[in-house]
């Protein structure tokens, strides 16, 4: 058939989108429970604590921790990822209180593997939030020392292992601390300890509140952290950071930020068969819910379509602050809201 502007089109994409079972049935890519990993600051003290700059997101005390997970566990989150906020003067030069095995950390994973033994609990590795100066690792003249930093690291994972974690997580981005904190455990008898490797962690602005959280952001002072964590405006050196981890142990590497890094994570994906993670970090939270606030977009069909684009990217799961929000919107709808 032929019409005064040529010949009709034979391919006509809008069939595939015609009707809700039609789209149904094409879809590419789900967004899951199964895929969320729902991140939480502990503090101490008998109250939560909310974040100003993370609407909806409070610091959980150990007395009130029990609750909040069994939340995460009914809605059928597979995993969460711990951080700790110290108090300031419980903070040193070395950051030593991350390796006592009576920390914050190593407490609330003992509270919670005992009351939900079938939760994933992974553990961030990195120094940060117990040291004075802000930084992941051992600051010495003037920079990250990186082979004293591997000693101390390996020494927080083991806390963590002996704690009863079920991943750690170093987000250092220290050369060689996968390899170094791999061979740590396994001569502790902690092979069962997986690794998911913050392999392309970028030096990014987006975790500003993430700092807020922690109460790190005034223990830097105005100091960054590139000398360690990965330059915005690299792709390739990506490919050799995630190469490096696999070939030293890690069982998972991850991407950080995540939407604003969807290239890195397909990179990767093509390059490699493991798993790959995505962290949807505290300043694209906060994005997207002080648009909502302010009446600019829809928020929580904003983070649907963000987390279904790291999905489509070639993303295995995702940590992102949204987890129980999200995980209720999708067990609500009883399959995936991402069907359209
Ligand atoms: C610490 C760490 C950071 C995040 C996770 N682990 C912050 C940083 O590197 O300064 C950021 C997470 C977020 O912004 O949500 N090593």
Redesign the pocket.
Known sequence: MSSSFGQFPLSRLRRLRSTPWMRRLNQETCLLVDDLIQ?IFICEGNDTVPIPSMPGIERQPLNLLSNYIFQLYDENIPAIAL?PCIPTDKKDLEGSLAYDSNNLICQAVRLIKSQFPDIGIIA?V????YTSH?H?GLFINGDVDNDQTLEALSKQALALAQAGVDVV?P??MMDGRIGFIRVALDHAGYSHVAILA?SA?YA?S??????D??G?KGN?SGKD?KSY?MNPANAREAIREAGQDLAQGADMIMV??GLPYLDIIRNLHQEFSAPIFA???????AMIQAAHANGWIDGQAVMLESLLALKRAGTASI?T?AALDVARELNRKNYSTQRR
């Open positions: 991140p951080f961030d990195a120094l940060d939030p802000g992941d997580a987000s250092d913050y962690k990014s987006f975790y500003g509140p993430f700092r959280a922690l790190t830097l952290k964590q950080k930020p962290y949807q970090v505290s300043g694209e939270y940590l602050y």
